[in-house]
């Protein structure tokens, strides 16, 4: 497998910036989960959102599979910064990992946005902070790997000499 070719510090800092917020609202409404709290909501009903049977998967809450996927993402994030100042090179797996991860969290989202108007039919707004910023971090790892995913073939064609 190539590497990708010289992904920029800061596009990598900011998919981290970016699961560490998501992190921090998913976190939240996990602590009001487990403090039975609704918290306050300027637009929308939180509570109508926090309470439905689709707040949790199997005694789950929902939020807490968020803060697992942001903390997923922001450790790959993290790992990769650090291989690149570090010696050896090993960023290359984080990086790729944080963005072939993305997707889960842009479908997962859209889902539940789904669930919110379809289903519920009422808001929660930290819930749509979530799916911005998961959206946020797909728009990254799909830009990171449009520009700098390696390019031409992989392997030598069937019969080619090998270098």
């Given at each position: 497998m190539r590497p990708l070719t010289k992904v920029p510090t800061a596009a990598t800092a900011l998919l981290l910036a970016v699961a560490l917020i998501g992190l921090l609202d998913a976190s939240y409404l996990t602590i009001e989960h487990y403090r039975d709290v609704i918290p306050p909501c300027a637009v929308g009903s939180c509570e109508t959102v926090l309470t439905s049977a689709y707040s949790t998967v199997f005694g789950v809450p929902v939020s807490l599979l968020g803060a697992l996927y942001y903390l997923l993402i922001a450790g790959c994030a993290f790992a990769c910064l650090e291989?690149?100042?570090?010696?050896?090179?090993?960023?290359e797996p984080f990086l790729r990992a944080a963005i072939f991860l993305s997707p889960l969290g842009l479908l997962a989202s859209a889902a539940l946005v789904s669930i919110m108007a379809f289903a519920l039919h009422d808001y929660c707004l930290y819930c749509l902070g979530s799916a911005g910023t998961s959206?946020?971090?797909?728009?990254?790892?799909a830009w990171i790997w449009a520009r700098y995913r390696p390019r031409g073939p992989a392997l030598p064609a069937a019969g080619a000499p090998l270098a």
């Open positions: 291989g690149k100042h570090g010696s050896g090179g090993t960023h959206t946020l971090i797909f728009a990254i790892a």
